[in-house]
């Protein structure tokens, strides 16, 4: 019987042997995959945070476009000056999201970015986390 028990064991070692092995190549496998969903995680989050960047790019054009809409139809509706020269020249004041994000660095809260910003609450958590730091109060 202890004939048959050497031979046991070592296959039994062998096998655990194997196992392990197997294991070891499996698991840097996935920390490999694991890196790579990392990695593209942070290429999304670039990539939101650019097109928040471009939103506000885009508000403040916009704001200026309002201001010039509004100037030139002040001019129109009261016949004071020619339309050539109502261009402002000083830039406009940036509204919109810019002010938004200052709120959420002096730490507003998502319940307020709603109530007073007139945002989603989708929108709110967005900004909040693209622009929140360490104030991330209120994230579900």
Partial sequence: MADYLLP???????????????????HQKLKQELQLLE????????????LCSAAVAVDRRLAANDSR?????DQVNTQQQPVATIIPVEPVQASGYEDVIQKIRRGIGIDELVRECGL????????????????????G
Avoid: K, P, Y
């Fill in 8 to 26: 046991v064991l070592a296959g039994i070692n062998l096998f655990v042997l194997v196992l392990l092995i197997w294991l070891l190549r499996d």
């Fill in 39 to 50: 990695a593209q995680i942070q290429r999304s989050n670039e990539d939101v945070a650019g």
């Fill in 69 to 73: 809409l509004n100037s030139i139809a």
């Fill in 120 to 139: 989603t609450r989708d929108e709110a958590v967005l900004l909040m986390r693209l622009h929140g730091g360490s104030h991330r109060s209120g994230l």
